[in-house]
């Protein structure tokens, strides 16, 4: 049964955008933030070791940054007494102030630079900018996207272009409510690949990449809230765990490539309840790898595809 608190906070959402709403949201088209950080080493030595990887030591100067791991860094850190009731920062600043409380990373397209690579103690610059807020009626309510591109420069220049797509969804209508949200139907991911790795997602796994990245959203650490206020049967795996896991499935398959370009798609939400799988497969040329994962019944959870150098 769902307490009163936790009724409340589930009840004070808006499922509906008004005109002006969406007029006031898009005002945020064009804002740009700049931050500036140090490729140091010890998220790098933490990533690894969360990977369950037997890397070397990392060398400032020499170890070249993994693809993805800059998420490890400009990260936000706001006071405590901005924190708001999901453990993300208080809607506004950079990002428009979207009263829908559910913020996922739906998805995103990234390429880097191969005569400018990212190098761990690298001082480093990341320009955003909002490049779109775009509205949609769902089954279940208004969805938002927010689209953000993202350059990161090194001391020699550009390194790494990323578009990053978020999507704000509503409140979930529980069916102790009298109502439920539609769930859409599932998709049956490939069984066979050339390249695959199962992953159990455990508690201390979401909790090692929340703290490495500085992550206080409440849906990957606290049960109670993720199950009763937002509605899910477990904890979340980070989307941006799993797009890393998948990267690091072509880094262990072919450790001398270098990847250009990394594209890929949140499809359904994993839970830490039961393992789940990654799968690559190589085209013919070796090129590219067509990259996906599923959960325990199958369902394809994230798609992409990654081009070779």
């Known amino acids: 049964m769902l307490t009163q608190p936790l009724l409340k906070m589930m009840n004070n959402d808006t499922r509906t955008l008004d005109a002006t709403t969406l007029s006031h949201l898009q005002e945020w088209v064009g804002r740009t933030e700049t931050l500036?950080?140090?490729?140091?080493?010890?998220?790098?030595?933490?990533?690894s070791a969360t990977l369950d990887r037997a890397d070397a030591p990392p060398v400032?100067?020499?170890?070249?940054?993994?693809?993805?791991?800059?998420?490890?860094?400009?990260?936000?850190?706001?006071?405590?007494?901005?924190?708001?009731?999901?453990?993300?920062?208080?809607?506004?600043g950079f990002l428009p102030p979207v009263p829908l409380p559910r913020r996922m990373w739906a998805g995103g397209r990234l390429q880097w630079l191969a005569e400018n690579p990212l190098r761990v103690g690298d001082a480093v610059r990341r320009i955003s900018r909002i490049e779109s807020v775009t509205?949609?009626?769902?089954?279940?309510g208004d969805l938002l996207f927010v689209?953000?591109?993202?350059e990161v420069?090194?001391?020699?220049?550009?390194?790494?272009?990323?578009?990053?797509?978020?999507?704000?969804r509503a409140a979930v209508q529980a069916p102790t409510l009298g109502t439920g949200d539609p769930?859409?139907?599932?998709?049956?991911?490939?069984?066979?690949?050339?390249?695959?790795?199962e992953i159990v997602p455990d508690d201390v796994l979401l909790f090692r990449y929340s703290a490495l990245t500085f992550n206080g959203h409440r849906i990957h650490y606290d049960r109670r809230y993720v199950t009763e206020v937002e509605g899910y049967p477990g904890l979340i795996v980070h989307g941006p765990l799993i797009a890393t896991l998948l990267i690091d499935l072509v880094r262990r398959h072919a450790p001398q490539a270098f990847i250009r370009r990394f594209d890929f798609k949140a499809v359904r939400p994993t839970f830490d309840l039961h393992p789940f799988r990654l799968s690559g497969q190589p085209s013919e040329d070796?090129?590219?790898?067509?990259l996906w994962a599923q959960d325990h019944e199958g369902w394809l959870t994230m798609q992409g595809s990654a081009e070779l150098a």
């Open 183 to 197: 769930v859409p139907p599932p998709l049956a991911a490939e069984q066979l690949a050339a390249w695959q790795r």
């Open 36 to 47: 500036d950080d140090e490729l140091s080493a010890a998220p790098v030595r933490g990533l």
């Open 153 to 168: 420069h090194n001391t020699t220049g550009l390194a790494l272009t990323e578009e990053h797509d978020i999507v704000y």
């Open 60 to 92: 400032a100067g020499s170890t070249v940054l993994p693809p993805l791991w800059h998420w490890l860094y400009f990260l936000p850190q706001h006071r405590q007494s901005e924190i708001g009731a999901d453990g993300h920062a208080r809607r506004g």
């Open 286 to 290: 070796g090129r590219s790898v067509r």
């Open 135 to 140: 509205h949609k009626a769902g089954r279940s």
């Open 147 to 150: 689209l953000v591109k993202h």
